[in-house]
């Protein structure tokens, strides 16, 4: 099992609840896929530095986990199918 960190960019124009329900989700798939989360960071909302899907805004929210390696191309893909998620990136630490 190797360490990673996840940053994610939520749609801005989701409500508080709904965008709780996001970070679940990405929370649930780590765990799907045999990962341990280790650490959750809601960053909340910021401007972003261009815009992005015509979106100038978003909710950050930033995830340590551990996983195996070849679950994690499979979780980008599960991360790409979510239409609340603007932009994902999930680096090795």
């Known amino acids: 099992m190797n360490n990673y960190e996840g940053l994610f ?33 809601i960053w909340g909302k910021k401007m972003l530095a261009y815009p992005v899907k015509k979106l ?16 994690v191309s499979k979780l980008e893909a599960v991360y790409k199918l979510n239409p609340d998620i603007v932009r994902s990136m999930i680096t090795r630490r």
Do not use: C, Q, R, W
Not at 63 to 70: C, K, P, R
């Open 56 to 71: 100038k805004e978003g909710y950050y929210y930033k995830l340590d986990f551990e996983s195996a390696a070849d679950a």
């Open 9 to 41: 960019i939520i749609k801005p124009d989701l409500k508080e609840e709904d965008a709780k329900n996001a970070y679940k989700t990405i929370g649930d798939a780590v765990t799907k896929h045999g990962g341990n989360i280790k650490k959750e960071e």
